[in-house]
């Protein structure tokens, strides 16, 4: 009775209203659609815990620290949002036929201190995947392409973020983003 099976297309379903309150998301993601499904899933309201099967590159980059090999705009973006574990690996054996790939199952749970607020989101996520699309620049770079800034304004800008203006989009943690974020908003 506490269950509710609907067959569509999980990005064309309101899933907050489908629940029509609290509620919990289980899904084998669809590898080819991976991020727009978490992404998805993230929207308001937010189930309470989202637990999915995963490429395990994919779950690598969702709990990757900040500075990591794996560390990028997924990982920023959901960081933000949830805290996220990645529970186990599950070998392309136990499919058949088997993948070509490694899964793991990852653990979502909305965070009770978002780093971002909900009217920061959109903008927050498009600021991070701009940051990233130049990953190998400086933040006084990026700050001067994305920001439309000059010189001496993208570096006054990150310093009073208190950060270095020669730092890279790769080494901010989620906390440094959002600062960034925000004084890029006041710009």
Known sequence: PNVRVVEGDVLDLALGELAEGP???IGNVPYY???????????????????????????????????SEAWGALSVNVQALARVEML???SAGSFS???KVESAVVRMTPRNDPVISPSEEAGFSRFVIA?????????KSVLRSIASLDT???IALVERAGLRAEARAETLSVEEFARLYRGVRAE
């Open 97 to 99: 036929p088997p993948p």
């Open 131 to 139: 940051a990233f699309s130049q990953r190998r620049k400086q933040l």
């Open 88 to 90: 186990f690996t599950v």
């Open 152 to 154: 001496a304004r993208a």
């Open 23 to 25: 509620y919990v998301l």
């Open 33 to 67: 659609i991976t991020t727009p499904i978490i992404f998805h899933a993230l929207e308001r309201p937010r189930a309470e815990r989202a637990v999915f099967l995963v490429q395990r590159e994919v779950a690598e980059r969702l709990v990757a620290p900040a500075g």
